[in-house]
Each structure stands twice: as structure tokens, then as C-alpha cells.
């Protein structure tokens, strides 16, 4: 599973620039106030 | 057919790719010592007090985190199937994104396959065992039937 996972990540993050790969990144630091706002919600 | 490359031990080549690798990250507001303690709390993040949540996520080690993980005193999340490999995926994406130098690790590994290594059973019962003759000096034979427990909880 996690080597699948880190394929995916590998090829996803070869296709983003400098700026997706910022917002991302800020994306993650927001602080949910509810679980459904959680990051992994809205992986993309 | 393409090249393997196999990780599993942390010390070791591409050891980052463990989700043991201490490489903190910032998911939610909150920072994570490891992938492992962020994708074992996932797991209870539907309780209203969120103290198991915070328990497992200050919890020095990540093998801590997996067992606390699998500790079903607190109810798991009823929908923990359907979402945990996109709970993985996150978590995974955020190490490497907030750690450049891991991200170029895992770029530099080119079209390879990367294969996650568990630990064998056999190695594991080896281990067992000799932690077995360790702690239990006097025994002339390896305390086998807790060995067998321990292996078929470590295959759950």
C-alpha cells in the first residue's frame, strides 16, 4: 500500500509548480474547526 | 520490467519512505512527528473529545502510535475503510511537500517500483525467541506459544 502511495505522491509532485506546491503546503496548516474540514477531506 | 527499490528499516536506503521516518509535519493546524502518528489518529478523529487524538499524536514513538492505533477501547471512526487511503495519501503527500530534500529523494527514484518491506514472519519469530531466551535465561526452549501469539497479532 504505501509503496503505491509514494508512486502516486512521486508522480503528482513531479506535475506541480513552486506555487501549488505553497498552497498545498498552507493548505495543511489551516485549523479545521469541524472534522469534516479536515486536509485529507479534500486531498487533491 | 522496471527496477524494485525495497525500503523498510528507517536507518537504512530510503528509509524517509517509511512512515516511521521522523520528518515532522503540519496537517490541520497541528504538527505530527511522523506520517504514522498523523494516520493512526485519523482513526478516532470523529470522537468529540479529542484527547485520544492528542494522546497519540505527543506520543514519542510512532510505533506507539500504531499500537495505540489499534487499540479499539475508543471507537473507530465508522467510516475509517472508505477513507483511510486518502488519509494515507495526504499525509504522505505533506512529508515530502514540507521536506524538499525528501521530495527530491523520492523524485530521483526516476519510474522505479517502490516496494514497502514488512518485517517477515520468520525474522519476526527469530526476534521473539531470542528476546524469549533473553529475558528468560533458565528456559532450555524458546517460549514458542508466545511466540506464535505474537505472530499471528503482528499478521492482524
Same mark, same amino acid.
Given at each position: 500500500?504505501?509503496?503505491?502511495?509514494?508512486?502516486?505522491?512521486?508522480?503528482?509532485?513531479?506535475?506541480?509548480?513552486?506555487?501549488?506546491?505553497?498552497?498545498?503546503?498552507?493548505?495543511?496548516?489551516?485549523?479545521?474547526?469541524?472534522?469534516?474540514?479536515?486536509?485529507?477531506?479534500?486531498?487533491? | 520490467?522496471?527496477d524494485t527499490i525495497n525500503f523498510y528499516r528507517q536507518t537504512n536506503a530510503y528509509g524517509e519512505f517509511s512512515n516511521f521516518y521522523y520528518a515532522p509535519i503540519v496537517i490541520d493546524g497541528l504538527e505530527w512527528p511522523t506520517t504514522e502518528h498523523y494516520f493512526q489518529a485519523q482513526k478516532f478523529a470523529h470522537l468529540p473529545d479529542s484527547e485520544y487524538v492528542e494522546m497519540? /499524536?505527543?506520543?514519542?514513538?510512532?510505533? @506507539?502510535?500504531?499500537?495505540?492505533?489499534?487499540?479499539?477501547?475508543? %471507537? $473507530?471512526?465508522?467510516?475509517?475503510?472508505?477513507?483511510?487511503?486518502?488519509?494515507?495519501?495526504?499525509?504522505?503527500?505533506?512529508?515530502?511537500?514540507?521536506?524538499?530534500?525528501?521530495?527530491?529523494?523520492?523524485?530521483?527514484?526516476?519510474?522505479?517500483?517502490?516496494?514497502?518491506?514488512?518485517?517477515?514472519?520468520?525474522?519476526? /519469530?527469530?526476534?521473539?525467541?531470542?528476546? @524469549?531466551?533473553?529475558?528468560?535465561?533458565?528456559?532450555?526452549?524458546? %517460549? $514458542?506459544?508466545?511466540?506464535?501469539?505474537?505472530?499471528?497479532?503482528?499478521?492482524?
Amino acid at each position: 500500500m504505501l509503496g503505491i502511495v509514494l508512486m502516486e505522491v512521486r508522480d503528482k509532485i513531479s506535475k506541480m509548480t513552486p506555487e501549488e506546491v505553497q498552497e498545498e503546503i498552507a493548505r495543511a496548516h489551516k485549523n479545521p474547526s469541524q472534522d469534516e474540514t479536515a486536509y485529507f477531506f479534500f486531498y487533491p | 520490467m522496471k527496477d524494485t527499490i525495497n525500503f523498510y528499516r528507517q536507518t537504512n536506503a530510503y528509509g524517509e519512505f517509511s512512515n516511521f521516518y521522523y520528518a515532522p509535519i503540519v496537517i490541520d493546524g497541528l504538527e505530527w512527528p511522523t506520517t504514522e502518528h498523523y494516520f493512526q489518529a485519523q482513526k478516532f478523529a470523529h470522537l468529540p473529545d479529542s484527547e485520544y487524538v492528542e494522546m497519540i /499524536r505527543v506520543t514519542p514513538q510512532p510505533g @506507539s502510535a500504531a499500537k495505540m492505533g489499534r487499540n479499539r477501547s475508543w %471507537p $473507530l471512526r465508522p467510516d475509517w475503510e472508505e477513507i483511510k487511503d486518502d488519509v494515507m495519501r495526504a499525509c504522505v503527500l505533506q512529508k515530502f511537500l514540507q521536506h524538499p530534500k525528501m521530495a527530491d529523494v523520492l523524485l530521483g527514484t526516476g519510474d522505479r517500483y517502490l516496494n514497502g518491506k514488512c518485517m517477515g514472519l520468520i525474522e519476526f /519469530r527469530w526476534n521473539v525467541m531470542l528476546m @524469549s531466551r533473553k529475558t528468560c535465561p533458565l528456559s532450555s526452549d524458546p %517460549p $514458542l506459544l508466545i511466540s506464535i501469539m505474537l505472530s499471528r497479532t503482528y499478521l492482524q
